[in-house]
């Protein structure tokens, strides 16, 4: 969540962040394992050329998603976002069962933020357990996030500048080392047209459907850009912030990760046995970290892990900040049990804060199932619910549209319009389909099928459609007529 809460004297919550923290936070948010570690994954599965692609198609998915979130954020700021949106242009059980996912998505990206500090440790330390480490990270998590909103929105925003300044330092690296400036000599494009022995060639390795499963890992990357969206209702200009955040944000994170991408794809070969690969052990070296390490700087690799681990935890901060706001916001409307939506003296959710936490501390279980093993499940179960609210918000801005036309008003009088609607959303409904049901199609295609990887990469799903239900059976709830669609702030 993007904004400064503080407990007024109603004992509600107060959000005043300017647009800086606004623009950092958001980046942050979605900058963590997702570009550090799981970039090296898509690489090794569908090459340079396959991880270019799938990265592309989930920017231009992004693109459309946020410009919808944008339409509906500068005509109706609210902090529920989506969740509210669903309520509002759909049907209150959609609002109740995205809230819940939406808050699940956040907690258990915690717990992949900690599993993935453990291994970034790993690099120093190799023997050393990662479950002892993602307990000392949640306890440090926790602290900061007991601490005052106005520390947590100022500290976020500087632990941000880091990421960013980091990323930019490493595509001007990355340049020099492919060109032979720096590092020994130039690269060239050996790596993408790279072949292993196993029929396998770059730039494209595993066809199509190496790609279709790198959907999911790029998904899991793009994700915490929606939290713009969240912030509407927390700017103090959302009509111009907004559109202006919007656009920032996603061009940047777009150039980062095709940036990075690039460059790893330049400098790291897909069958490099240390990156991130389903099998590997020795996942505690990430992309960046080879790079420098094959640049001849052994420092600089030390320091850039260094600031991978900041990166990593305070991604975990943003999440555990906003999966505790999101499970106070849902409090306060009834879709969550009231002890979550009371403050302490701080004006800090604390239940909710203890309950997000509690969930986050999955990540634990690494010991028991193997590192590898259990970041996979997290960041697995992490891309489909981000999946499933990325659908949500497509659905929303496709009904808030025809609702607003049905209601008599003009396009022309809209305060930020969204490109090429129709086609955006329904671009976004059908992609986002596609996802959810066949970027984790090998686990029907195994030998021997498994239960466990069934329910712990489709597991997400039936999940959410028993919140629907059960919400839409006990409060018999109904699809909203356009013409009852609640259009107002």
Known sequence: MSAELEKDKNGELKRSLKTRHMNMIAIGGSIGTGLFFTSGNTIS??????AIAAYA??????????TSLGEMATMIPNAGSFETYASKFVDPALGFALGWNYWFNWAITVAAELVAGGLVVKFWLPNTGTTIWSIGFLVILFGLNLLSAKAYGEGEYW?????????IVFLIMGVLIIF???GGHGVGFSNWVLKDGKGNSAPFVGGGMAILMSFLTAGFSFAGTEVVGLAAGEAENPEKDVPKAINSVFWRILIFYIGAIIVIGFIIPFNDSNLL????????YSPFTIVFKRSGIALAASIMNAVILTSVLSCGNSGLYAGSRMMYAMAKEGKAPKIFGKLNKSGVPLNALIFTSVIASTAFFASLIGDGKIYSILYNLSGITTFITWLGIAICHYRFRKAYIAQGNKIEDLKYKALLYPFGPIFAMILCTVVLFGANIWVFQAKTFSWFDFTTNYGSIPL????YFIYKKVHKTRIVSLMECDLNK
């Open 464 to 467: 959410f459609l028993c919140f």
């Open 180 to 182: 032979g400036i720096m």
């Open 277 to 284: 690969k389903n099998g590997v052990s020795d996942i505690a």
């Open 57 to 66: 198609i989930m920017g231009v998915l992004v693109y459309f998603l946020m």
């Open 159 to 167: 632990f941000s500048s880091i990421k960013v300044v980091t990323i």
């Open 45 to 50: 599965t569908a090459g340079p050329g396959g």
